[in-house]
């Protein structure tokens, strides 16, 4: 049995909890999760592969589901007020993110390569 973190099991039961809330059915955020936990372990901080954005490759992901480059959910956050330098509110913006990307998509959010 793998063994999960404190704050990684806290994490997904906020994360669960949220978007039942906001219309996603069970196996949808399972599924979620699932993705979350290899995209970024459950942490909203999570830089792609551990990296920081400034390590010379300046379109790394970041965040829960790995937003690609970085500055698509930095940005999004910034704009809608959400402060970068409080994990809690940007944690929450990244759901709040996640959930316009699925029901209201604003924007293209899958990158051709």
Avoid at 2 to 18: D, F, H, P, R
Wanted: charged share 15%; with cysteine.
């Amino acid at each position: 049995m793998e063994s999960y973190g404190e704050a990684q099991v806290n994490n997904a039961l906020i994360i669960y909890n949220y978007l039942r809330n906001n219309g996603f059915n069970h196996n949808s955020v399972c599924a979620m999760l699932g993705n979350m936990m290899t995209e970024s372990y459950l942490n909203p901080g999570q830089w792609q592969h551990g990296y920081e954005p400034y390590d010379g490759i300046e379109v790394n992901g970041m965040g829960l589901v790995g937003w690609t480059p970085y500055w698509r959910i930095t940005d999004w956050l910034t704009d809608k007020g959400y402060d970068l330098t409080n994990a809690e509110s940007y944690g929450y913006g990244m759901l709040d993110k996640l959930i316009e990307e699925c029901f209201n998509p604003q924007e293209v959010t899958w990158i051709a390569t």
